[in-house]
């Protein structure tokens, strides 16, 4: 399921992500299924899967850096684009969000590609501010990424005040 997943995301955009259609279709299944065991019961790193109509239609991931900051990220979210008009989105992202918010994290980072203006748009929607932080992406030299912030602690502490 998450290389199936995964596959379809680079097939869609191939831009938006880290990694290559080509390495992805190249990695044995059991590395995937390796990675969703691991995230099934991790205090660290997890994904979540859009399901629409018993279809999986969307991934998201969620991880804390091993560094001593240990900053909370989402990234590598993709929704099938046949249902994009439904905030399958939104939904992970906030599927991703609460589980962040429930190992601790007060605020939410995510890095998206300088030219992929629709997922800025998209995380600036929800919340997310530019932090100043922009870098030349790892595997993807030639383009740039923004770092982006949302401040989920202080939202939570106002919903818990209602």
Not at 133 to 155: F, I, K, M, Y
Request: no cysteine; proline share 3%; charged share 20%.
């Amino acid at each position: 399921m998450l290389r199936e997943l995964r596959t379809a995301s680079l097939r869609d955009a191939p831009y938006a992500f880290g990694d290559s259609l080509e390495d992805a279709l190249s990695a044995d299944v059991a590395v995937f299924d390796a990675a969703a065991a691991r995230h099934a019961d991790s205090h660290t790193a997890t994904s979540f899967i859009l399901y629409t109509e018993g279809h999986p239609a969307g991934l998201i991931g969620a991880n804390f850096e091993t560094a001593p900051a240990r900053r909370a990220f989402v990234f590598a979210l993709w929704v099938a684009p046949a249902v994009r008009h439904l905030s399958g989105g939104e939904l992970l992202v906030n599927a991703a969000i609460d589980w962040l918010l429930s190992e601790g994290a007060a605020q939410v980072f995510a890095w998206v590609t300088d030219n992929n203006i629709t997922a800025m748009r998209f995380y600036e929607r929800l919340g997310f501010v530019a932090t100043g932080d922009h870098a030349r992406s790892a595997q993807t030299p030639e383009q740039w990424e923004t770092l982006l912030v949302r401040d989920v602690a202080l939202a939570q502490k106002s919903m818990s005040a209602q």
